[in-house]
């Protein structure tokens, strides 16, 4: 079970990093990923990091403003989310996936992913 946190309202320009913690499972043995959800839109790839933790992978629309990091020591994997936009405004998830064999491969299709957490709110308005 993966639980995401650190969603809520910010100002446009403004930050906020989300936290995905696996229960009974340890960091290092995934590659992870988040996506994100918008009302009335599909869920969408934003970010994802290889397992060995040393490639990252992001979608257009945040690369250069989001930042996937993983922590081994803390067992959480991270989103930091910076200059943000009302168009990130969305339900966020982390996501899970099992050695596929490639410790360089960045994952990026929802079916690649094993496991995935609920949701966090990230509301970006004025």
């Known amino acids: 079970q993966l639980q995401a946190s650190g969603g809520g309202l910010v100002q446009p320009g403004g930050f906020l990093r989300l936290s995905c913690a696996p229960s009974?499972?340890?960091?290092?043995?995934?590659?992870w990923g988040w996506f994100r959800q918008a009302p009335g839109k599909e869920r969408e790839f934003v970010t994802s990091?290889?397992?060995?933790?040393?490639?990252?992978y992001y979608s257009d629309p945040v690369k250069g403003r989001f930042t996937i990091s993983r922590d081994n020591a803390n067992n959480t994997v991270y989103l930091q989310m910076n200059s943000l936009k009302v168009e990130d405004t969305a339900a966020y998830y982390c996501?899970?996936?099992?050695?596929?064999?490639?410790?360089?491969?960045?994952?990026?299709?929802?079916?690649?992913?094993?496991?995935w957490g609920q949701g966090t709110l990230v509301t970006v308005s004025n």
């Open positions: 996501a899970a996936a099992d050695f596929s064999g490639s410790y360089y491969y960045t994952p990026f299709r929802k079916y690649e992913f094993d496991y």
């Open positions: 990091i290889s397992w060995n933790a040393v490639y990252t």
């Open positions: 009974g499972r340890h960091v290092h043995n995934y590659a």
